[in-house]
């Protein structure tokens, strides 16, 4: 099971949106309402930012949403503040090995 | 507040065998899936294996399987990872994590583990 596709790095000025997209197949992401969002700082464990696609758990900012379209999932960062440089990864429930996560994306504030 | 304390890593060597604990609080542990998931240095996270509530269903990732056995005791409210036959990429953090509904809810800080001769 190869890992999900996402961009390396993504970046943006403060108050602006970025998107940060999760590329998969029928087999995770297509056949599946189950991809989940996790924040990671350096040197710290992953944070559950979102889950079935778009939701938000309990104490998260309303600046993360979440979507997906076909075999590809996204993650919407808007009104962007210093303290969400980290990284992303996306992950997706599969048919054959249980979980697979995306290979993260690093996102810069400028 | 929910806790996960992993234990266990360290530097050990090539062919060698090791157990991961992790000792969680804070919610009814005897009731969660829970996983096991790597971070190599540098690199992206990755899925280990997972086990159901009652300890009789286990899954692993195809690098592990074989190799790795993930256990739990619910009287001690404990969970483990047993690794054996070491190899280099096996040397990376090793998170435990509690499952929701095919989601991670809850992380440990993680236990590093290095494979080195």
């Known amino acids: 099971q190869s890992a999900l596709t996402q961009p390396a790095s993504v970046s943006g000025s403060p108050g602006q949106s970025i998107t940060i997209s999760c590329s998969g197949t029928?087999?995770?992401?297509?056949?599946?309402?189950?991809v989940s969002w996790y924040q990671q700082h350096p040197d710290k464990a992953p944070k559950l930012i979102i889950f079935d696609v778009s939701n938000r758990p309990s104490g998260v900012s309303n600046r993360f949403s979440g979507s997906k379209s076909g075999n590809t999932a996204s993650l919407t960062i808007s009104g962007l503040q210093t303290e969400d440089e980290a990284d992303y990864y996306c992950t997706s429930y599969t048919s054959s090995v249980a979980y697979v996560f995306g290979t993260g994306t690093r996102v810069a504030v400028l | 507040d929910v806790q996960l304390v992993e234990s266990g890593g360290g530097l050990f060597q090539p062919g060698g065998s090791l157990r991961l604990s992790c000792a969680p609080s804070?919610?009814?542990?005897?009731?969660?899936?829970m996983h096991w998931v790597r971070q190599a240095p540098g690199m992206g996270l990755v899925w280990v294996a997972r086990?159901?509530?009652?300890?009789?269903?286990?899954d692993y990732a195809d690098s592990v399987r074989g190799r790795f056995t993930i256990s739990r005791d619910n009287a001690k409210n404990m969970l483990y990872l047993q690794m054996h036959s070491l190899t280099v990429e096996d040397t990376a953090v090793y998170y435990c994590?509690?499952?929701?509904?095919?989601?991670?809810?809850?992380w440990g800080q993680g236990t590093l583990v290095t494979v080195s001769s």
């Open positions: 029928s087999s995770d992401i297509g056949g599946y309402e189950y």
């Open positions: 804070g919610f009814t542990f005897r009731d969660c899936w």
């Open positions: 994590a509690t499952a929701g509904n095919y989601r991670f809810d809850q």
């Open positions: 086990i159901n509530p009652e300890g009789s269903t286990t």
